[in-house]
């Protein structure tokens, strides 16, 4: 009987010793896998880039993506300079490709319509006439002359990079997808710009027509 006890005590002391190494777990073979890190989804990973995370699901600088055709890009930096040169960029979509309006509605609502709203006038959810979580109202898109003037290269650099309280929709918009936005919101300024008033008519000379 005293034999069975004092092995009972030598593997419960033996279990007991093995719970109690677990204090010190040594060195993670995987810790980007082992120690979770919670970010959003498209969120910058920058500052966890010394955990060895870093994913922003835009291509690798100077690259292409096979898909994706190069009529779409650009070279242009981020920077003032760059900002100032993508008004000379041109819509490769005006060059005769059809522009499907109703994907390209679909596309700003999904991305942008939550802060420029479904109208375009800058009351989306997120301001919703300043009740909503936003206190500063986005950008009018329609019936503001600044953004109606704004340069559609311009307005496609802003969507690339982001400007202001905007962030970049590089890694959800494809360089094709952010140009069919841009005609969209160019097709929604053009609407809404007032006809042009008719020609005035000619003054008569009635001099001439009372010497007739």
Request: charged share 20%.
């Amino acid at each position: 009987m005293n034999k069975y006890f004092y092995i009972a005590v030598v593997v419960l002391s033996a279990v007991a010793a093995g719970c109690g190494a677990g204090k010190e777990p040594g060195i993670a073979y995987m810790p980007d896998m082992y120690y979770s890190k919670a970010y959003e989804t498209y969120a910058s990973t920058k500052e966890l880039k010394d955990s060895g995370i870093y994913y922003n699901r835009l291509p690798v600088a100077g690259t292409v993506s096979t898909d994706e055709d190069l009529a779409f890009h650009f070279n242009l930096k981020h920077d003032s300079t760059g900002y100032a040169q993508s008004a000379s960029l041109k819509n490769p979509l005006d060059s005769g490709a059809t522009v499907n309006l109703k994907e390209a509605e679909r596309l700003y609502l999904v991305n942008c319509g939550i802060c420029h709203g479904a109208a375009l006038d800058g009351n989306g959810p997120l301001f919703k006439g300043g009740e909503g979580p936003y206190s500063a109202k986005p950008a009018t898109l329609v019936g503001d002359a600044v953004y109606e003037a704004m340069a559609p290269g311009t307005m496609f650099y802003s969507i690339t990079y982001g400007k202001g309280q905007m962030g970049s929709y590089a890694s959800q918009l494809t360089p094709k997808e952010r140009w069919e936005v841009v005609a969209y919101i160019k097709s929604k300024q053009k609407k809404a710009a007032p006809a042009a008033a008719p020609a005035a008519a000619a003054p008569v000379d009635s001099t001439a027509t009372a010497k007739k």
